[in-house]
């Protein structure tokens, strides 16, 4: 087929023959004469140039997954190749920006089209070139070798306080300095250093502000660390029993409605990372709408006391259920890179994705188009390895380039099996990948039990590492929280019992552990998001609860034992405003200062301890 003069004017342009349209398929283009493509080539399809990537090669055709809706386009159509994959864009501006799958920044696009909807083909640069921002050069001046990931300067952004950007030599380039700008405004565009080419010293390499990085190659770095520091989620059930790690992995699988959105909109909102990367893979619309309204409004405050909106922090990758699905895979890529960008700056960074159901899912589509063989429930049989391919870029790492300093990137994967059924492929995959689970429950999140973490089938495989960290800081806290997981597991066996003989038959400290317990989980693993005493936990509190939780309980089982044998019915006739105390600390403000908050539950600890020495002087 001949080209048109318009196409020859981009076959000139792009230096690449055109391919043409050969069979559509849903999101996915079969073309021929596309002979010399590579594998994951980015390309661009039809007139409207929509964006595709290149995901089989046979001979001269190549199969295309298509980001965009391939609606309208017929056979013949031209495809053009751009000779480079998929990659993103990494520099300033990031944070507090929203992308689409393939890193269009949406406001941009909005505002470009007039419409609420994105144009098929629209093609903005996902970073914008026309803000000047301040550069800082750092410590590196001419004649120096800097190679990838060195810090070359910072920039001064006023309005973030929260994060600092770095701008580091890309990991693939090194070399000696030849000329570094000085503190000045600087568009992304413009030369901020130039390195001469170690291979060849006529040659030199231009720096700018930002730099593009394929998105499926994990961004490189100097060693991979043993997990040691604790994410701190807000979320006292997370916290206390099922706690992760910052570069941990984590899998939350529920059914439909139990609080995995909830949980990870609460852990970008509240935990402890430098920077959050939320990737919507999805879900309904209505869910990122929801998280384009609040985050915005959310305020964190510094040590200074002054408020800052938690959005400078982060960035969002919105990917909703009716856009094209092979977009939801380009989400979790462009995700995922994202957050080793602010990880080589040295930055603890958590990326939530909700949900890779959907995007395993998509990967089933694709693949039944393809004709390739099925495995387990129609999904490929790479579908383990693809999933373990993106929970291994996770992890605290010492990053390229000088200084020295660590980062890490935790994961968060929200899966949806459907009808909870814990056994569908993607949750079993992902079960056999992660190091943390937090279970969610059908019928605590029925009973309005949130976050309705199981407690029976939920793990974390970070004991170590934690105990190692709380050993000398709250070595009490280690000691509460197996106390609390063996009350907890008591309760069940005490259940079958009473079921079958009553409660008669229990002795005085089982029908303790049954009503502690019973406060445990009301209480403490019960925590509402949307109050304001319980929206989050600062550590301070987690701790402190468990601590006047897990003392009561010891002494109470005490007072049934000592030589009065009282019983535990009269315990709490005696005791009752201490008891009833037990189940109000929960009201604690969350946003005093820790010192408050701690003063707070020692002062209740205290009244506890005297009423129990005063309950041994009872008769
Ligand atoms: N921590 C929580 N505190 C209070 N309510 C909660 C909490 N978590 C979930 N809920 C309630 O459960 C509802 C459903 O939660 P959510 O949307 O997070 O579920 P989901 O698992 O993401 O569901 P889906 O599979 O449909 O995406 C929420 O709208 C909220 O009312
Ligand atoms: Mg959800």
Not at 88 to 99: A, H, K, Q
Not at 355 to 376: K, Q
Request: net charge neutral; aromatic share 6%.
């Amino acid at each position: 087929m001949s080209e048109t003069k318009e196409e020859a004017k981009d076959v000139g342009r792009a230096k690449y023959s055109l391919g043409r349209v050969l069979r559509i398929s849903g999101p996915l283009v079969v073309a021929n004469q596309m002979s010399g493509s590579g594998m994951y080539e980015l390309v661009r399809v039809g007139k409207d140039k929509l964006v595709g990537e290149v995901i089989k090669l046979t001979g001269d055709t190549a199969s295309i997954q298509c980001y965009e809706e391939t609606a309208g386009l017929t056979v013949g159509d031209p495809v053009q190749r751009t000779g480079a994959p998929l990659q993103v864009e990494l520099g300033p501006g990031i944070l507090n920006n929203i992308f689409d799958g393939i890193q269009r920044p949406l406001e941009v696009i909005a505002k470009q089209a007039q419409s609420v909807f994105v144009p098929r083909g629209v093609d903005v640069s996902p970073l914008d070139h026309t803000i000047k921002w301040t550069f800082v050069p750092g410590e590196v001046g001419k004649g120096d070798l800097v190679s990838g990931g060195t810090i070359i300067g910072e920039i001064d952004d006023k309005k973030n306080l929260l994060v600092k950007e770095k701008i580091m030599i890309p990991p693939n380039l090194a070399g000696r300095v030849q000329s570094i700008v000085k503190k000045g405004d600087y568009t992304l565009d413009d030369t901020i250093a130039v390195l001469e080419d170690p291979s060849d010293s006529k040659k030199t390499v231009i720096i700018r502000l930002s730099h593009y990085w394929p998105v499926r190659i994990p961004r490189p770095c100097k060693m991979k660390l043993p997990p040691k520091l604790p994410l701190l989620t807000g979320q006292r059930v997370l916290d206390s029993l099922y706690p992760s790690t910052l570069g941990g992995t984590c899998a939350i699988p529920g059914a439909f409605g139990c609080g995995k959105t909830c949980i990870s909109q609460a852990l970008s909102k509240h935990s402890n990372a430098n920077a959050i990367i939320y990737v919507g893979c999805g879900e309904r619309g209505n869910e990122m709408a929801e998280v384009l309204m609040e985050f915005p409004e959310l305020k964190t405050k510094l040590k200074t006391g002054e408020e800052v909106p938690i959005m400078q922090r982060t960035s969002l990758v919105a990917n909703t259920s009716n856009m094209p699905v092979a977009a939801r895979e380009a989400s979790i890529y462009t995700g995922i890179t994202l957050a080793e960008y602010y990880r080589d700056m040295g930055y603890h960074v958590a990326l939530m994705a909700d949900s890779t159901s959907r995007w395993a899912e998509a990967l089933r589509e694709i693949s039944g188009r393809l004709g390739e063989m099925p495995g387990d429930a129609g999904y490929p049989a790479y579908l383990g390895t693809r999933l373990a391919f993106f929970y291994e870029r996770a992890g605290p790492v010492t990053c390229l380039g000088s200084p020295d300093r660590e980062g890490s990137v935790t994961i968060v994967g929200a899966v949806s099996p459907p009808g909870g059924d814990f056994a569908d492929p993607v949750t079993a995959s992902t079960l056999a990948i992660v190091q943390v689970f937090w279970g969610l429950d059908k019928k605590l999140a029925q009973k309005k039990h949130f976050p309705a973490v199981n407690w029976h089938i939920s793990f974390t495989k970070y004991e170590r590492p934690l105990r190692d960290h709380y050993k000398d800081t709250m070595p009490s806290f280690l000691k509460d929280i197996a106390t609390a997981k063996k009350i907890l597991q008591d309760e069940k066996s005490l259940q079958e019992i009473v079921q079958l003989v009553g409660n008669e038959a229990l002795s005085e400290d089982q029908k303790i552990t049954l009503d502690i317990a019973a406060v445990l989980r009301e209480d403490y693993l019960n925590q509402n998001a949307f109050t304001d005493f319980d929206y989050t936990c600062p550590l301070v509190k987690t701790s402190g609860m468990l601590r006047n939780l897990i003392k009561f309980y010891e002494q109470s089982i005490k007072a049934s034992k000592n030589d009065k044998k009282m019983t535990w019915g009269r315990i709490r006739r005696l005791l009752d405003p201490i008891y009833e105390e037990l189940t109000t600390m929960k009201f604690i403000i969350p946003g005093q200062e820790e010192k408050a908050i701690q003063a707070e539950l020692d002062a209740r600890l205290k009244k506890m301890n005297v009423a129990f020495s005063d309950l041994s002087t009872q008769i």
